[in-house]
T-cell receptor
Framework: GQQVMQIPQYQHVQEGEDFTTYCNSS?????IQWYKQRPGGHPVFLIQ?????EVKKQKRLTFQFGEAKKNSSLHITATQTTDVGTYFC???????????FGGGTRVLVKP | NAGVTQTPKFRILKIGQSMTLQCTQD?????MYWYRQDPGMGLKLIYY???????DKGEVPNGYNVSRSTTEDFPLRLELAAPSQTSVYFC?????????????FGDGTRLSIL
């Protein structure tokens, strides 16, 4: 079945540094969603990308959808301790009203 | 606005026991979902519903049952609990089809089967 793979699985970041996490699919996606889950919390919707090459920004977070609509990235600038958590990408399954979630990138910030 | 409410928050069951995880939403969303999240892993879809009276299986439905008698409520039933069902269970809802609309999650139910 369709899968979305996220890399890296873990990301240790020094506070103030930038990092990027990636989401890859073997098939073309109609859209992709990103969620953030704080430790002990529940996933919270961040953004949805629909168009080829689309770039959206939310303060220090930049989301990009690849030109071929098979991959996406999340870039965080000047990481803060509030960025700690797991970031999931999610993409529609080929059929039905469902999402496939990636395994997530677990972000730890070193002060 | 409460959003998606799940009860209980924590539960310990013995092997072979049964229980119902409750989920209710007050956003008048038609679409509702049940996921499980094992430690350090992503979310796996158990069951979903596109409206009252309609349910369908997700990736990992075995050992679970659901019903959707009202728009607001989507309970998940565990029959004959097994250790493999130890997990965190999240209920979610969306205004439209969850593959195109944001999903809103409850706080989760942390379930241990011993």
């Amino acid at each position: 079945g369709q899968q979305v793979m996220q890399i890296p699985q873990y990301q240790h970041v020094q506070e103030g540094e930038d990092f990027t996490t990636y989401c890859n699919s073997s098939t073309t996606l109609s859209n992709i969603q990103w969620y953030k889950q704080r430790p002990g919390g529940h996933p919270v919707f961040l953004i949805q990308l629909v168009k080829s090459g689309e770039v959206k920004k939310q303060k220090r977070l930049t989301f990009q959808f690849g030109e071929a609509k098979k991959n996406s990235s999340l870039h965080i600038t000047a990481t803060q301790t509030t960025d700690v958590g797991t970031y999931f990408c999610a993409a529609p399954k080929a059929a039905g009203n469902k999402l496939t979630f990636g395994g997530g990138t677990r972000v730890l910030v070193k002060p | 606005n409460a959003g998606v409410t799940q009860t209980p928050k924590f539960r310990i069951l013995k092997i072979g026991q049964s229980m119902t995880l409750q989920c209710t939403q007050d956003m008048n969303h038609n679409y509702m979902y049940w996921y499980r999240q094992d430690p350090g892993m992503g979310l796996k879809l158990i069951y979903y519903s596109v409206g009252a009276g309609i349910t369908d299986k997700g990736e990992v439905p075995n050992g679970y049952n659901v019903s959707r008698s009202t728009t607001e409520d989507f309970p998940l039933r565990l029959e004959l609990a097994a250790p493999s069902q130890t997990s965190v269970y999240f209920c979610a809802s969306s205004y439209g089809a969850g593959n195109y609309q944001p999903q809103h999650f409850g706080d989760g139910t942390r379930l241990s089967i011993l």
